[in-house]
């Protein structure tokens, strides 16, 4: 990530702040906050660092939503409830193991692009947004090992940041001034290095104040920001920071985000090859159908190095993790390479999520996420996507093409991005549209108390830490005693699946519906990859909420169809100049008698486009229907001459 003006006077402020040490708890007394209810660890820490209260809450939530999340850091190595970031400490505790992965255009007509995970930077060069922490401890006085395990401290040390912030601006401190002043100092805080991004963060900080906020945080407390209404912040502040502007170009943002033009390469090189992405007419000659939730498994100054490599890939837009900030890279209208199936590719747009810390991945910051929830919304109205989770996908729920490209699919976000969160932020929060009858079942565990076991995060075997995720475990009996159902085409050895954190196989995840199969007590059942999985949904406490719908099952007198990774025109529709694309079933069966929920229906199609050329690029466009199922966690399509739909009902 980029370095900043306003990092290096935060930084230089160290010496200026010096006069309010005295008010500061000494390093060798940071424990003791750790007494404190969070609600009066803002409170203590306002007072000292002479920050207003309502301005703490308010960056806090921006960052953290007030969680502690264990000590663990994020996926971008902040700490704590004010997302303190300490890059050097979190890649020696947490090393990077990676998701898998192959071939991220998924098209086996051209050369294989390979997206690995990128190399973590070297902690003797990390820059300045990576180290914040270091920089609270030299302006508060408090230790860093504090600092990154004491959610008190923690508040302590984003306060007296703010607090230099706003002394090297020349503004008056004090806790109970008009927090309308420490708008620059809010803006600075954020990291950015240009003035939009700065400002778009303050304002969501500053909104966050006029509202209002009380949520229960991760360790039960709940925490109250009383609204101020009306309050009207110094905007012009943020000119005082020096920030460059942001090139925005013609870019296809929504108004309320901090959005920036960084094109990837459409170039020609070697042999005839190009990359990274292929000129199209979208959607006048392919229709938008899905968007792509990824993490970038790197960096933000080595994902826009790659983006903008033409041998590389690319993805429409990166969102950055401190600030929110959106780059874009890909017009809508033309296909990045990012998902890992052609298909998909074709009819999506890609979205990247500053992320390095993948493995154990643990959380993301509520800048990025509103920043990315604003995105989606603005490109699904654009589209007429539907807000949901099979038109809405994570990278793990793309399915593989053919067979041979299951076990190689990726896995990002992971089970720890909050889907719930997500869509509550866009306006479409997951919730019970039926009674029991209903058929369907939206899987809808809370985040924060369901911590299901992940193994695997840094080395095999290896037991990730408990913290809240989104999914819940599958299992081919109604009792955690037995086996987890099994996924054939991701382990093709012995079909059983893990624990592992980056084992898709027995994983139903958040805002995906499933026809109800069976129930027993606490634990229901549904029809998962050809088989019933069950998994535990206590009335007390329960993972998913009653749901109906539209579902598909096998033609009467059809034993088994199969399940197919993309949609395939039927031959007659290439033109002579197109090979014709073998039709390959997944190895999957959907079975008589089993349902599963309708997403969209479609027909056939194929992008061609294997030159530099784009006027030689030929969309084939089929007549054969197909419906595009949730299947298993990922999604697939079915051959609507192999089916019957019915309206979903639980017997």
Not at 64 to 76: A, F, I, K, Q, Y
Not at 436 to 452: A, F, M, W
Not at 462 to 470: F, I, Q, V, Y
């Amino acid at each position: 990530m980029r370095g900043s003006p306003s990092s290096a006077r935060l930084a230089t402020a160290a010496v200026a702040i010096a006069a309010l040490l005295p008010m500061a708890a000494p390093a060798a007394n940071a424990a003791a906050p750790g007494a404190l209810t969070l609600q009066q660890a803002f409170a203590d820490a306002a007072v000292r660092y002479q920050v207003p209260e309502n301005v703490l809450l308010g960056v806090s939530y921006m960052e953290s939503r007030w969680d502690t999340h264990n000590g663990l850091p994020s996926v971008t190595a902040g700490y704590g409830p004010m997302h303190l970031t300490d890059a050097a400490t979190a890649l020696a505790d947490y090393p990077q193991a990676g998701d898998g992965g192959d071939d991220a255009r998924g098209d086996s007509v051209r050369p294989l692009v390979t997206k690995a995970s990128t190399a973590a930077p070297a902690t003797s060069d990390l820059p300045a947004s990576l180290t914040t922490l270091d920089r609270a401890a030299d302006v508060s006085g408090l230790s860093a090992k504090a600092l990154r395990e004491d959610p008190a401290t923690n508040v302590a040390g984003g306060a007296a940041l703010l607090a230099a912030a706003q002394k090297s601006s020349n503004r008056p401190l004090g806790s109970s001034s008009d927090p309308a002043a420490w708008y620059g100092a809010v803006a600075a805080y954020s990291g950015a290095d240009d003035s939009a991004t700065a400002a778009s963060f303050a304002d969501d900080v500053f909104q966050v104040v006029r509202d209002g906020e009380a949520r229960t945080t991760d360790t039960g407390e709940r925490i109250t920001l009383a609204g101020h209404p009306g309050l009207a912040p110094d905007t012009a502040q943020v000119r005082g920071l020096g920030l460059r502007k942001v090139k925005a170009g013609d870019t296809e943002c929504p108004v309320a985000v901090a959005c920036e033009w960084l094109p990837a390469p459409y170039e020609e090189f070697g042999a005839g090859d190009y990359g990274n992405h292929d000129l199209a007419d979208r959607p006048n000659d392919q229709s938008v159908d899905y968007i792509v939730i990824h993490d970038t498994e790197g960096t933000w100054d080595t994902t826009l190095k790659l983006v903008q490599d033409p041998t590389y890939l690319a993805w429409h837009y990166t969102v950055r993790s401190s600030d929110g900030h959106i780059d874009q890279h890909v017009r809508t209208k033309d296909v990045g390479w990012h998902a890992g199936n052609w298909y998909v590719n074709a009819k999506s747009v890609g979205i990247e999520h500053e992320g390095f810390l993948t493995d154990p991945g643990t959380w993301y910051t509520e800048a990025m996420y509103r920043s990315s929830a604003r995105l989606v919304r603005y490109l699904a109205h654009k589209y007429d996507i539907p807000l949901d989770r099979q038109h809405i996908l994570g990278h793990d729920n793309v399915p593989g093409p053919v067979t041979s490209y299951i076990a190689g699919m990726h896995t990002d976000p992971g089970p720890y991005w909050d889907w719930a969160h997500y869509f509550e932020l866009m306006g479409a929060p997951l919730h019970a549209t039926a009674g029991p009858g209903g058929g369907l079942v939206t899987i809808r565990p809370d985040y924060e108390t369901n911590q299901p076991v992940y193994t695997g995060c840094s080395t095999a075997g290896d037991t990730c830490p408990a913290r809240g995720s989104e999914a819940v475990r599958l299992y081919t009996e109604p009792s955690e005693g037995s086996a987890l159902v099994k996924d054939i085409g991701l382990h093709t050895t012995t079909g059983a699946s893990t624990t592992g954190v980056n084992d898709t196989g027995a994983r139903a995840s958040t805002g995906q519906q499933y026809a109800v199969a069976d129930r027993q007590g606490d634990w229901t059942a549904i029809w998962y990859l050809g088989q019933k999985a069950w998994f535990h949904n206590p009335k007390t406490q329960p993972t998913a909420v009653n749901a109906k719908g539209w579902v598909v099952t096998p033609k009467e007198g059809l034993t088994d169809i199969p399940v197919y990774g993309r949609a395939y025109p039927e031959a007659s529709a290439y033109p002579s100049t197109v090979p014709v694309q073998t039709v390959s079933a997944l190895s999957y069966k959907l079975l008589a008698g089993q349902r599963y929920v309708l997403g969209q229906k479609t027909t056939g199609e194929y992008y061609r486009s294997v030159t530099f050329d784009a006027s030689q690029h030929v969309v084939v466009k089929g007549t054969q229907q197909y419906y595009e199922i949730q299947f298993g966690h990922r999604v697939a399509y079915v051959k609507a001459e192999d089916v019957t739909v019915l309206r979903s009902t639980e017997s």
